[in-house]
């Protein structure tokens, strides 16, 4: 009996598994564009901009203005927002 796997279509196999590792250590470096969690919020108390990080629970920004600490928290909607820039009192 003669063995099929002598053949070199085996090593076409291996070198496609060998492929698909790169994309997935790429994705891991963060190469993907994925959007981070964080809002560009413009203080107006300070006039400054700062940006505040998503809770860890996913459930809202929140922050503090860099200059004078007062607190920002802003809420998560449904769907999530499309605004990136948001204004401070
Ligand atoms: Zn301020």
Do not use: H
Not at 32 to 42: D, E, Q, R, V
């Amino acid at each position: 009996m003669s063995s099929p796997r002598q053949q070199p279509q085996d090593r076409l196999e291996v070198s496609s598994l060998q492929a698909a590792s790169p994309s997935q250590a790429s994705d891991a470096s963060g190469a993907a564009p994925t959007p981070k969690p964080f809002l560009m919020i413009w203080f107006r108390c300070c006039s400054t901009y700062a940006r505040i990080p998503k809770s860890p629970d996913g459930l809202t920004y929140r922050g503090r203005c860099p200059k004078c600490l007062a607190k920002l928290e802003v809420p998560v909607g449904e769907g999530g927002t499309n605004r990136r820039m948001f204004e401070a009192e």
